[in-house]
Structures are given as structure tokens and as C-alpha cells.
């Protein structure tokens, strides 16, 4: 792994993490294609170069951050489910990781459900006299949490999985993404040190110390990686939120069932997109 797909991967995070197409899809095809081998440390740089993307939602929210301790509870309420299917399926799921087909798929899949999405639940849903939601209630909130756990088969979209949780609950387009924008923190947060954790029990099976964990150069690839994924992410959160609001997520269906379908035509050819 070099400088420069560390920067490239950083970039098509920040562009992806907040909208409903799966940063974490979009990064392993993006390793597929330009042929970026999948060591631990890759692995690794997966998860950990989101913790930028997930950096901007305080920049860009950072007053809600000090207006609602209440609304914290929420967030953690919603964080409980992915913490248990989490730990239950960390090794089924690291092993998904590896998978461009079923990235391929769940694009495909999650492409067809937002085609529909917006009539569905046209605003939130507030339908048979009532009203939209903007803040969640704690049981709106876990219902939410358990839409999440969809997102650990890479290629559904987290973001995807929680926006429609919190359209179900009847909340709108914006509130629903401003909250999956507040989940992403301590679930990636979570995601981040487990996997840190993970890399430093292989790392000291092997006899590494922890003062060895990391080269001078891997160092400087995380702390660059994120700086790229924080910046993107910036311009991307607002541009996203605004065209939800207004415009809804078919074109992101669209979008989806697009690449999933080259994808799908790409593997069945047998074309170099298997990683390495």
C-alpha cells in the first residue's frame, strides 16, 4: 500500500460515508481496481480512515453538540444493537470484507429499495394525520439502531440502513440523515479501536510490541488518509443533506443499481477485480 492509495481510498471515503452508497463498498472495489493488496494493515486502513470522515459531523454540527445532553442518550441507545451483532459476527463480517461480489449485490439490492424509498415514506412518513418527526424518541431511536445493523454486510450503506430506519419512525429526510450522521461517531469510534485492538493481538502473536505496531510510513498513511477523508467529507455532508431535503434518494438508487449491475457484469466476465 502506497501514499497514493491511501489518498485515494481517503477520498472516495469522505466523498461516500455520508451518502446512501457504502463508503466501505466503494473502498473495496476501489482496492479491487487498483489493485491495492489487502494486508492486516489495509484491512485496518479501511476502518480507521473513517474516523475523518466521521471528524466532520462535530465540524459541521458542532452546536447541537452542547444543546441536548437527551439527544446523547438517543444516539447511544441506537449505538447498542451494532455493539452486539458487532461482537457476535466480527469474524464473519471481516471475512465479507474480502468479498467484491457481495458488495456487488447489496449495491444492487439497496439500489431497488431507494428507488421506492421516497413514496414509501414521503417526508417522513407522515401519513394518516401525522406529523413529521425531527428528534427521535428513545424507542424511535433503538428501532433506528436495529436498521444499522444492516450495514455490517459491506455494500448495504450505513448510512443507507439508518436514514431508512428513521424514515420507518416517521422522522424526515434531513433529520433522518443529520441522525445517522450523529450514530456514525461512537459506532465508528467502536469499529476503529476494535480493530486496533485486533491488530495488536496479531501484531504481538507475532512478536510485535506495541512501540513497533506501526511504520514511520504507516503512521504517516493513517494521519494523511484521515486529514484527505475529513476535508471531503466536509463539502460532502452539507451538498448531501440539502439534496436529500429537496430531491430524495432515487437518484442514488439509480446511482447504486448502476455500479452494482457493472460490477455484477465485470465479475461474470471474470475480469481483475478479485483482491489481493
Known amino acids: 500500500m502506497t501514499y497514493w492509495h491511501a489518498i485515494l481510498l481517503a477520498i472516495v471515503e469522505g466523498l461516500t460515508e455520508f451518502l446512501p452508497v457504502s463508503s466501505t463498498g466503494h473502498m473495496i472495489v476501489a482496492s479491487a481496481l487498483f489493485g491495492i493488496p489487502l494486508t492486516s494493515f489495509a484491512k485496518l486502513y479501511l476502518v480507521v480512515v473513517q474516523l475523518g470522515a466521521i471528524l466532520s459531523v462535530f465540524a459541521v454540527y458542532w452546536r447541537r453538540f452542547f444543546q441536548s445532553f437527551d439527544f446523547y442518550l438517543k444516539v447511544l441507545v441506537a449505538f447498542v444493537p451494532i455493539v452486539i451483532v458487532g461482537a457476535l459476527l466480527k469474524k464473519h463480517i471481516d471475512l465479507l470484507l474480502e468479498s467484491v461480489s457481495t458488495v456487488a449485490v447489496m449495491l444492487l439490492l439497496g439500489g431497488i429499495v431507494l428507488l421506492f424509498v421516497d413514496k414509501w415514506f414521503p417526508q417522513g412518513h407522515a401519513e394518516k394525520g401525522e406529523a413529521a418527526v425531527t428528534n427521535p424518541s428513545y424507542r424511535q431511536a433503538f428501532v433506528i439502531g436495529v436498521f444499522q445493523c444492516l450495514a455490517v454486510v459491506p455494500g448495504t450503506s450505513r448510512s443507507a440502513a439508518t436514514i431508512v430506519g428513521g424514515l420507518t419512525q416517521h422522522l424526515t429526510r434531513r ?62 455532508i452539507k451538498l448531501f443533506v440539502n439534496f436529500v431535503a429537496r430531491y430524495g434518494f432515487r437518484a442514488f438508487g439509480i446511482y447504486r443499481i448502476i455500479v452494482g449491475g457493472m460490477l455484477v457484469i465485470m465479475l461474470a466476465l471474470k475480469m481483475p477485480l478479485q483482491l489481493v
Open 175 to 236: 433529520a433522518a440523515a443529520e441522525f445517522a450522521f450523529f450514530l456514525a461517531r461512537p459506532t465508528m469510534l467502536a469499529a476503529s479501536v476494535k480493530d486496533l485492538y485486533d491488530y495488536f493481538k496479531e501484531a504481538k502473536a507475532h512478536g510485535t510490541d506495541l512501540a513497533h505496531l506501526f511504520t514511520p510510513e504507516q503512521v504517516k498513511m493513517l494521519a494523511v488518509g484521515n486529514v484527505v477523508a475529513f476535508v471531503v467529507a466536509l463539502l460532502a
